[in-house]
């Protein structure tokens, strides 16, 4: 188990090393000279030359990489070309909206999916599951910043339940900033409890066809005991793999979603900074991003050697 753990570390620190060389190339040659930006069209070249050297970019490329790795290795991500303020306090004050958001909607799609999936399995071929399977096809087909509109319109504007938008900040109060936080949570987390549902049903309806399943059928178990106590666990495996993928796009993927609500989030940041081409917080935000799903992907891998011996014998 240690020897795969160790092999799972080095195969992560690669993956960020790539990801790295990748995200500093892509971003290099976007058009557009966040001095030029920065100074407006009427900035004289002698204007422009001095802030490109006062902000780093007259420096060859393979210069400018090398210090923003070393940088990000020391926890240091460079200073913000448009708010003049370092790239890790922007960072950490939007986390704390989009990490919260995220952890949010993905309980809301748990608490919703498994239920359901669980009851579309267990009478698979009835009404029921075909009312399941058509309200999940449902919710996969509609966009979620239509339905984040939406439910605008009827929680917000019409009944006032919720606020329309916008974050007062954690000092509110947890549950004012949850309370914020409730429509576009629910907005990401039903495409993905559609998902995440069907997903559970056909991995439980192919575990239900398994030997050792009609065998604790025939020792007297009744169907629900037998899903619950041994098809529900190794049916886990794919559903895990739903749910880190899941993890990593609500957080990185709620671009949409924060700009319908006006949330300072991370998605909300990457927007602005790719409008003002603000760089070092582009390559900064993506590469965080990037580490958040290498290392979900990390921690989805330890759980399939926790649910599944024959995973741990091999490693």
Excluded at 115 to 122: E, I, K, M, R
Excluded at 154 to 176: D, N
Excluded at 240 to 245: A, D, F, P, S
């Amino acid at each position: 188990m240690i020897r795969f753990i160790f092999r799972r570390l080095i195969s992560l620190a690669l993956s960020l090393l790539v990801a790295s060389v990748v995200i500093f190339t892509v971003i290099e040659v976007v058009p557009g000279d966040p001095a030029s930006y920065m100074l407006g069209l009427n900035a004289s070249p002698d204007t422009v030359a001095a802030l490109r050297d006062q902000l780093g970019l007259n420096a060859s490329a393979p210069a400018r990489y090398l210090g923003w790795l070393v940088g990000m290795l020391a926890g240091d991500f460079g200073l913000s070309y448009t708010y003049k303020v370092p790239v890790a306090a922007l960072v950490s004050a939007r986390l704390a909206v989009s990490l919260p958001l995220t952890v949010y909607a993905l309980a809301l799609a748990i608490l919703i999916a498994f239920p359901t999936g669980l009851l579309a399995a267990a009478r698979s071929g009835r009404a029921s599951d075909g009312v399941v399977m058509g309200a999940t096809q449902i919710g996969i087909a509609l966009p979620n910043f239509w339905f984040a509109m939406l439910l605008v319109l009827v929680f917000a504007l019409h009944w006032h339940w919720f606020p329309a938008g916008g974050f007062p900040g954690w000092q509110a109060g947890i549950a004012t900033g949850l309370r914020a936080l409730t429509l576009p949570a629910i907005a990401l987390a039903l495409p993905q409890a559609a998902i995440l549902a069907r997903v559970l049903r056909s991995a439980l309806i192919e575990t239900l066809d398994q030997d050792y399943i009609r065998t604790a059928r025939a020792k007297g178990l009744t169907r629900r005991q037998t899903i619950l106590r041994h098809a529900l666990r190794n049916a886990m495996i794919p559903v895990l793999t739903i749910l880190g993928m899941q993890f990593s796009f609500l957080l990185a993927g709620a671009i949409i979603i924060e700009n319908v609500f006006y949330l300072p989030g991370l998605g909300r940041l990457i927007f602005q900074a790719i409008t003002q081409r603000d760089l070092i917080v582009v390559e900064s935000v993506v590469m965080i991003l990037v580490f958040a799903v290498i290392l979900v992907t990390f921690l989805v891998d330890l759980a399939y050697a926790a649910i599944d011996p024959r995973l741990r014998r091999r490693a």
